[in-house]
């Protein structure tokens, strides 16, 4: 019997996540009109993510800007980064118990 490695675990689940990827690809492509019925429009300043909170969710900015931070110890904020249009948001915080980060409107965006 083989031991079982670490990595096993994560490449299965990559792998669901994957398979779940195309398949929701497919759906979009033979119904764009379920995306576009999906569409949020978030306010300037309004978090999309908030750090140390439950996110099951992965988004794509279509319109706006939107900043990627964490809120240090110290109570200062970090920016890690910017998201333009087209960008996803939400990933890899979807995968833990807790965001790891704050997202938050730089301007009014729109998000799927």
Known sequence: ??????GDE?????GVVVEAAHQ???DLERNPERLESAARTVRR???IITQSRTCDSIFVLAEGFALRYRILVDGRRQ?????I???T????ACFFETA???VSALSNAVIY
């Open 45 to 47: 300043g309004t978090d």
């Open 1 to 6: 019997m083989r031991a079982k490695r670490r």
């Open 10 to 14: 994560l490449e299965r689940g990559m």
């Open 100 to 102: 790891l980060y704050s």
């Open 89 to 92: 948001i939400g990933y890899p």
């Open 24 to 26: 929701a690809r497919i």
């Open 79 to 83: 920016a890690l980064n910017v998201s």
């Open 85 to 87: 249009p087209g960008d």
